[in-house]
T-cell receptor, first 109, second 113 residues
Framework: SQQGEEDPQALSIQEGENATMNCSYK?????LQWYRQNSGRGLVHLIL?????REKHSGRLRVTLDTSKKSSSLLITASRAADTASYFC?????????FGTGTRLQVFP | DSGVTQTPKHLITATGQRVTLRCSPR?????VYWYQQSLDQGLQFLIH???????AKGNILERFSAQQFPDLHSELNLSSLELGDSALYFC????????????FGPGTRLTVL
């Protein structure tokens, strides 16, 4: 079963625009992570935010976490065509990751 | 490149057959995880091994089994294959204390005809 749901399911934007994806989860967490998956390929770890953190940055990525609302958001600023991929949030529970349903991001040049 | 390798990249086989997927974790990582990604189920955790021992099981069918060898590579064995087993199978590795920061291999795409 999946812990998280992501919203929107799909997002299309122009290069240079910002992309925001949201993730909601059901139970309490230790960490929340975001992964990127290019079409049919492996998952690339983007960023991990701990339950006691509210915001984290990595390059053009900004992640926020609101544990009271059980939600997280991933913001990609100044998007590029190479950012086209599916993005998944994942929460941890007893040594395993539980993934959300993913957001498919399409960035048009 | 995550440092996790998986072979083969693609596998096409028939219903009823048995296949073995192989994974080599990142150097120094003791934990290996297997996940299945299918269109209807999404990404699902199957099983976790730590230093040769099974640590956790997820939605893994009885027809599936795994093991981790002394050199830390792992194999996922799928038997009596059904059409519905067609999926991408990923392995990931990690090391303590950041055991949940998992690094994924490129996956094996299994097609059962």
């Amino acid at each position: 079963s999946q812990q998280g749901e992501e919203d929107p399911q799909a997002l299309s934007i122009q290069e240079g625009e910002n992309a925001t994806m949201n993730c909601s989860y059901k139970t309490s967490i230790n960490n929340l992570q975001w992964y990127r998956q290019n079409s049919g390929r492996g998952l690339v770890h983007l960023i991990l935010i701990r339950s006691n953190e509210r915001e984290k940055h990595s390059g053009r990525l900004r992640v926020t976490l609101d544990t009271s609302k059980k939600s997280s958001s991933l913001l990609i600023t100044a998007s590029r065509a190479a950012d086209t991929a599916s993005y998944f949030c994942a929460t941890d529970r007893a040594d395993k990751l539980i993934f959300g349903t993913g957001t498919r991001l399409q960035v048009f040049p | 490149d995550s440092g996790v390798t998986q072979t083969p990249k693609h596998l096409i086989t028939a219903t009823g057959q048995r296949v073995t997927l192989r994974c080599s974790p990142r150097s120094g990582d003791l934990s290996v995880y297997w996940y299945q990604q299918s269109l209807d189920q999404g990404l699902q955790f199957l099983i976790h091994y730590y230093n040769g021992e099974e640590r956790a099981k997820g939605n893994i069918l009885e027809r599936f089994s795994a093991q981790q060898f002394p050199d830390l590579h792992s194999e996922l064995n799928l038997s009596s294959l059904e059409l519905g087993d067609s999926a991408l199978y990923f392995c990931a590795s990690s090391q303590p204390p950041n055991y949940n920061e998992q690094f994924f291999g490129p996956g094996t795409r299994l097609t059962v005809l």
